[in-house]
């Protein structure tokens, strides 16, 4: 079975900060692993995904993220906060045949200025 | 590209009737779609997978009865959820898959809200 686990419910950064958004998965195979970003009232977008190749994996909005199979881990991070990056993370784990997604429980992201 | 729409995007019904939810690709055509249930302040829930032309696959715990997903055309998926009760509430997104590898890229509509009376 394969799921994920998002380590912290709420993360609070200043503007111009980095930040840093943790997620360790647990897959019986080589998983492939996505963040998606939630606004409010907005659906998800795709940020970047790690399908097997390089293991770290730049997306949208200076965002990038690094597979780590020592650790189980596919951690967020972008080296500067911006305001407009306030909103819900999920990570995201799809399964080997079907392409089924196993969301994370979800990171609320709240920058302040 | 890879535009996925819901209609309607927020919806109020009273208890015991039947409610449609439409889900379209618009601009790529998706062999598989994935209906997805979240709660306030959760994570989205996995229902089932809608294959064109074929029977949806429910997942664990959800009432396939309750929840019916027609697959007609590779553009169009729909969920009705049946004879809806106040426990349905809640907010129901779909998703559409571009691709058949693994590893391809779900792309999310905007949601709808159901509120049932």
């Known amino acids: 079975a394969q799921s994920v686990t998002q380590l912290d419910s709420h993360v609070s950064v200043s503007e111009g900060t980095p930040v840093l958004l943790r997620c360790n998965y647990s897959?019986?195979?080589?998983?492939?692993l996505f963040w998606y970003v939630q606004h409010p009232n907005k659906g998800l977008q795709l940020l970047l995904k790690?399908?097997?190749?390089?293991?770290l994996v730049k997306g949208i909005n200076g965002f990038e993220a690094e597979f780590k199979k020592s650790e189980t881990s596919f951690h967020l991070t972008k080296p500067s906060a911006h305001m407009s990056d306030a909103a819900e993370y999920f990570c995201?784990?799809?399964?080997?045949?079907?392409?089924?997604?196993?969301f994370g429980s979800g990171t609320k992201l709240n920058v302040k200025p | 590209g890879a535009v996925v729409s819901q209609h309607p995007s927020w919806v109020i019904c009273k208890s015991g009737t039947s409610v449609k939810i439409e889900c379209r690709s618009l601009?790529?055509?998706?062999?598989?779609m994935f209906w997805y249930r979240q709660f306030p302040k959760q994570s989205l829930m996995l229902m089932a997978t809608?294959?064109?032309?074929?029977?949806?696959?429910?997942e664990q715990g959800v009432e396939k009865d309750k929840f019916l997903i027609n697959h007609a055309s590779l553009t169009l998926s729909t969920l009705t959820v049946t004879s809806a009760h106040p426990e349905d509430s809640s907010f129901y997104i779909c998703?559409?898959?571009?691709?058949?590898?693994?590893?391809?890229?779900?792309?999310f509509g905007p949601g709808t809200r159901l509120t049932v009376l």
């Open positions: 998703s559409a898959l571009r691709g058949a590898l693994r590893g391809d890229t779900q792309y």
């Open positions: 897959s019986s195979y080589s998983p492939s």
């Open positions: 790690y399908t097997s190749a390089a293991t």
């Open positions: 995201v784990v799809s399964d080997e045949n079907f392409n089924k997604f196993y």
């Open positions: 601009d790529f055509q998706a062999t598989t």
């Open positions: 809608s294959n064109e032309g074929s029977k949806a696959t429910y």
